[in-house]
Nanobody, 122 residues
Framework: QVQLVESGGGLVQAGDSLRLSCAAS????????VGWFRQAPGKEREFVAA????????RYADSVKGRFTISRDNARNTMYLQMNSLKPEDTAVYHC???????????????WGQGTQVTVSS
């Protein structure tokens, strides 16, 4: 499996921007669909965004559409999540994940990073 490590989280104010990174190692990064999920305290893990093997196709949760952009650099084995116009409800631990299929379902993802905390103050 591929190993994933997230970075870039932090404490920001509402309306600010943040960019998360996810560095992959261990297997061929371009063989995997990759995605971002988040989990807020007391809530279930939810899908945020996913990107296909080449980056030609992306999917977003309705709650982040138009504000977040997912991208990948297969040459650098890295995926990104650009988050703009952040809201307090975006506060969560953000996890990157890798899957053999292009899916929005967490159960399709077999490799997960430890997560990075994003906190948005009002």
């Amino acid at each position: 499996q591929v190993q994933l490590v997230e970075s870039g989280g932090g404490l920001v104010q509402a309306g600010d921007s943040l960019r998360l990174s996810c560095a992959a190692s261990g297997r061929t990064f371009s063989d995997y669909t990759v995605g971002w999920f988040r989990q807020a305290p007391g809530k279930e893990r939810e899908f945020v965004a996913a990107i296909s093997l080449t980056g030609a196709s992306t999917r977003y949760a309705d709650s982040v559409k138009g504000r977040f952009t997912i991208s990948r650099d297969n040459a650098r084995n890295t995926m990104y999540l650009q988050m703009n116009s952040l809201k307090p409800e975006d506060t969560a631990v953000y996890h990157c994940a890798a899957s053999a299929t292009y899916s929005t379902a967490a159960t399709s993802y077999g490799s997960w990073g430890q997560g990075t905390q994003v906190t948005v103050s009002s």
